[in-house]
C-alpha cells in the first residue's frame, strides 16, 4: 500500500514536470476520479445560472409593439424602426448584468406611424387604459433585482408599462429604471410608476437619454449598470479560472491525495487519460519506499 504511494506522488511529479507517466494502464478502478471532475464543472455551471436569473431586466419599446406596415410613407410621416431605442438600452444592460430579459409586449399592437401610435397612446393615456399584455414574467420571485425600461409616451410611461406593474407584483425588489425620450425627459413617469408599483424599492439613480444619443449609449448604460454593482464580467472570469482549476483525486488503498494539475501539455495528456491505476516502480532515491 505504501509502495503505492510513493507511485502515485512519482506520477504526480513526472506529470507537473513535463516526464510521461511510465506503466500506465487503463482500469475501471478510478472511475470515480472522472466523475468527480465532471461534477465539479455542473456545478460550477449551476451556479453561474443560478446567480444569473437574479436579475430581470424589463422593458416596452415601440419597435417590438408595432404592426410594422410596408405601405407607411416614412418621409411624410414617420415610422417606427428597428430596434426600439430602449430595446438597445435594454440588450445592452442584459449584457452586461447576465440578466434575463422581458419584453413587455401588448396584445393589440401600435401603429407603425408615428402619428397613428401618438394618437392612440395619447387616447389610453386619456382613458386611464391598461392594455392587455401578452404574457406576463414566469417564475417573478426569482428575481432581487429588476431593471426596467421605458420610452417617454405623453409626458409619463406607455400605459402597457402600469398593466405590467400591475400584473406583475415588484415589492420587495430592487428596481432601477432606465428611460429613453425626447425632448420632455422623464417628466412625470417616475411618480406614475412609483403610484403603480407602491412596495417596491425604485432607486433613484435612474439612466435616461435623449432619442437621438439611445444609439451610441452602450459604454454609458454598461458603467451605469455596473457601478450599481451588477456587472457579470468580472464574477465570470473567476468563475471560469475555478471551474477551469482540474484536480485529480488519487486514491491508494485507503487513503485519497487530492493534487491541482498545472498548465501544460503534460498535465493536459494525463487528464485525458483518467481514469488510470498505475503500477508501482520505485522512480528514484527520494522516492524510494522507506
Ligand atoms: C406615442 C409616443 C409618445 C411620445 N411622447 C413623448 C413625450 O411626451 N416626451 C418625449 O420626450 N418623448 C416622447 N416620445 C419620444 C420617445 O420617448 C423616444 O423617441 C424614445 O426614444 C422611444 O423609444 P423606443 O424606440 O424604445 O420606443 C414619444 C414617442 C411616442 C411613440
Redesign the pocket.
Same mark, same amino acid.
Given at each position: 500500500m505504501e509502495k503505492m504511494y510513493a507511485a502515485c506522488l512519482t506520477l504526480a511529479v513526472a506529470v507537473s514536470a513535463g516526464m510521461p507517466a511510465q506503466n500506465v494502464q487503463a482500469s475501471e478502478e478510478l472511475v470515480g476520479i472522472q466523475a468527480a471532475l465532471e461534477s465539479q464543472a455542473e456545478e460550477a455551471a449551476e451556479q453561474n445560472t443560478e446567480a444569473q436569473s437574479d436579475i430581470l431586466i424589463a422593458y416596452? $419599446? !415601440?419597435?417590438e409593439n408595432a404592426v410594422i406596415d410596408e405601405t407607411v410613407d416614412a418621409v411624410t410621416s414617420p415610422s =417606427? $424602426?428597428e430596434p426600439? &431605442? =430602449?430595446?438597445?438600452l435594454a440588450g445592452w444592460v442584459q449584457e452586461e448584468t447576465g440578466g434575463d430579459l422581458f419584453s413587455i409586449k401588448v396584445t393589440d399592437p401600435?401603429p407603425a406611424d !408615428?402619428d397613428a401610435?401618438?394618437e392612440?397612446? &395619447?387616447e389610453e393615456r386619456g382613458n386611464n387604459a391598461r392594455p392587455e399584455l401578452e404574457e406576463n414574467v414566469s417564475g417573478l420571485e426569482q428575481y432581487e433585482t429588476v431593471f426596467l425600461g421605458y420610452? &417617454? %409616451? %405623453?409626458?409619463?410611461v406607455?400605459m402597457a408599462l402600469l398593466s405590467f406593474l400591475e400584473d406583475n407584483d415588484l415589492s420587495g425588489k430592487d428596481v432601477y429604471l432606465f428611460c429613453?425620450?425626447?425632448?420632455?425627459?422623464l417628466?412625470n413617469s417616475v411618480e406614475q410608476i412609483a403610484e403603480a408599483s407602491p412596495e417596491t424599492v425604485i432607486s433613484d439613480n435612474i439612466f435616461d437619454c435623449y432619442?437621438e444619443d439611445?444609439s451610441s449609449s452602450e459604454d454609458a448604460i454598461r458603467s451605469w449598470a455596473s457601478d450599481l454593482g451588477y456587472s457579470r464580467q468580472k464574477e465570470t472570469e473567476s468563475d471560469v479560472s475555478t471551474a477551469e482549476q482540474r484536480q485529480i483525486s488519487v486514491q491508494f488503498g485507503e487513503n485519497t491525495a487530492v493534487y491541482i494539475l498545472n498548465d501544460g501539455s503534460a498535465a493536459d495528456s494525463l487528464y485525458e487519460m483518467l481514469p488510470l491505476t498505475v503500477e508501482v516502480e520505485d522512480y528514484s532515491n527520494n522516492e524510494k519506499n522507506d
Open positions: 416596452f $419599446t !415601440w419597435a =417606427v $424602426t426600439g &431605442n =430602449v430595446g438597445q401600435y !408615428w401610435c401618438l392612440r397612446a &395619447n420610452p &417617454n %409616451w %405623453w409626458y409619463g406607455p429613453s425620450h425626447g425632448i420632455g425627459g417628466a432619442e439611445a
